[in-house]
């Protein structure tokens, strides 16, 4: 599956890249044509720090941000976007210091906050940091979180998008729908490499993909 990964640089920034895989994938919520691995994007020092690079232009000047909120990995990148947030030139957050947490799921795999932290989250300002937001569901469950924990919706920010607004919120990200050839995400039921009967090459998640 490999050999057909496609490299892809960032519009804005040739110093990020994904590999992108042609294919039929299978998501916990979708059918995509895509699996975009972003695994250099979100281990790799640089790139990580490129990345973030870009997100940060989004609020830097405009966007009070008192939480980072990392899912799917994205970690490394939440860090060094706080560190550019923080130390901004005379950005509205320059000065500030911003926190850096990621939830945990519970048994019902519900998203939770220990009680030792939910005081980064209430009454807080929350970017919500993700590695792929392609249905908006994954969005959707992390809303629910944040707003039974009272934190503020400032942002949402992705390595990769495929919608562009969340609730009247715009999703900023590295990579966009549009810099993927034909991207397409269906629900199974709608799924036309099914119809055709062509078999699901790997199921994938934020994790990365097995073949099946």
């Known amino acids: 599956m490999e050999t057909r990964a496609i490299k892809i640089k960032s519009k804005s920034n040739s110093q990020v890249k994904v590999n992108v895989i042609p294919g039929h994938f299978a998501t916990n919520h979708s059918h995509v044509n895509y699996f975009i691995d972003m695994t250099s994007v979100k281990t790799s020092y640089r790139m990580a720090r490129e990345a973030s690079e870009e997100l940060a232009k989004a609020y830097a000047h405009s966007t009070p941000i008192d939480t980072i909120v990392c899912l799917e990995g994205t970690e490394m990148i939440g860090a060094f976007l706080a560190e550019k947030l923080g130390h901004h030139g005379n950005g509205i957050n320059s000065g500030n210091d911003i926190r850096v ?112």
Do not use: W
């Open 101 to 212: 947490i990621t939830p945990e799921s519970n048994s019902n795999n519900q998203l939770i906050f220990r009680d030792n932290i939910q005081d980064k989250i209430a009454d807080k300002q929350i970017l919500l940091l993700i590695a792929s937001a392609s249905t908006g569901k994954t969005i959707n469950r992390s809303v629910e979180c944040l707003k039974y924990y009272g934190g503020n919706l400032a942002g949402i920010a992705s390595i990769f998008s495929a919608i562009n607004e969340y609730a009247g919120v715009t999703v900023t990200s590295v990579f966009h729908v549009d810099d993927m050839p034909a991207y397409e995400s269906k629900l199974p039921n709608e799924c036309e490499m099914c119809k055709n009967g062509r078999k699901v090459d790997a199921i994938i998640n934020s994790f990365g993909y097995s073949k099946i």
